[in-house]
């Protein structure tokens, strides 16, 4: 039961002490999360590496990667793409695309299909070299190879998984099904938001209802269950109003409670700009006043904060951000606060250097 009245701090503080929990092992660590928002950008780490840094223990870059063939878990698209469980992924499959093949691509993917099982284990070059499918137009106006779209497509059908990487490059394997996590759509929609409000809570009502929009990428075939989907999921999960805005967080939890009402330690913490302390920006504002946009594709004369500035938290705070960069095998970094200098105190100065310390040894940069 609840030990104190429901606050903006007191929201604050729960979103922060129940997200960046306790350093754990890698898979529990996923298991957690429920899911890994993936990016390709490496500024100075992959967003997915800078996300598990603070919550795997002795995690470096490129662990995910490295292990990812021996954590059982898969890359697909849930509510944007990344790194999930393969319960999680079972519930979204088998998925029914809204564009339909042509009967040539159907038959293409079928001989990729059959190439794959083949050879076990395929990168898209092989593919391309094999089967010479040509160039096509892409989704943003360029072009790529007609066999790498196939795979995309391959891969979002639920024909091939994600068997790895090799720098970078996603390998493909056949899939192999999983028993369905759930027949009933209905339960099944209800279980993928509960997997949203356990890794964003607590939740603006709006964004409840944009992440559940986001979720026509992970099961398309649903989409007309969504607005039924939102009801419900508003009438069973706890709640409150404060100013105007009503929370979610999950069922089984109160924000007030001892467990994470306690007052924040003295640890600096750079976040990914996708990490889900930050990852909503309407909340973003509403914890703390001010508005954080991620610009790596932004023009850079219309740079407010940097390319790949990530959010400075301290204590229960996000002060500033951190541009970071590698050079000459030494960490470089450019902080911004948003009162235009840092907190005078030593206690800040040294949780900073700590945090430093530790990107550097998550870089490898000290070996």
Known sequence: MPTAPITLATLRRYAISRSLFAPTTLLKAIEKLGFVQADPIRAPARAQDLTLRHRVTNYAAGDLERRYGQLGIEE???????????????????????????????????????????????????????????????????????????LDGMHYRGMLRVAGRASGIRTYAVAEHLPIACDDATQAMDELIDVIVHKYAPLPERSLRELIALLRGGVPQWDALRAT????????????????????????????????????????????????????????????????????????????????????????????????????GKLKSELGYVTGSAPKDKVFRTALAHELASIENFLLLNQ
């Open 229 to 328: 989907a939102f009801a419900r999921a508003k009438a069973r999960l706890p709640s409150v109003e404060l100013d105007g805005t009503r929370w979610y967080w999950p069922e089984g939890e109160s924000p007030a409670t001892k467990r994470y009402a306690a007052e924040p330690g003295d640890a600096v913490r750079l976040l990914a700009p996708f990490d889900p302390v930050v990852w909503d920006r309407r909340r973003f504002e509403l914890f703390w006043g001010w508005a954080y946009r991620f610009e790596a594709y932004t023009p850079a004369p219309k740079r407010i904060r940097g390319y790949y500035a990530l959010p400075l938290l301290w204590r229960d705070q996000v002060i500033g951000w951190g541009n970071l960069s590698v050079m000459d």
């Open 76 to 150: 697909d698209f849930f509510v944007n793409y990344g790194f999930m469980s393969r319960q999680v992924q079972a519930l979204m499959h088998p998925r029914v695309t809204r564009r339909s093949w042509t009967k040539t691509q159907i038959a293409q993917a079928q001989a990729i299909q059959a190439y794959v099982q083949e050879r076990g284990v395929v990168h898209p070059k092989e593919v391309d070299t094999h089967f010479a499918h040509g160039r096509v137009r892409n989704w943003f106006g360029g072009s790529s190879n007609a066999s790498t779209q196939l």
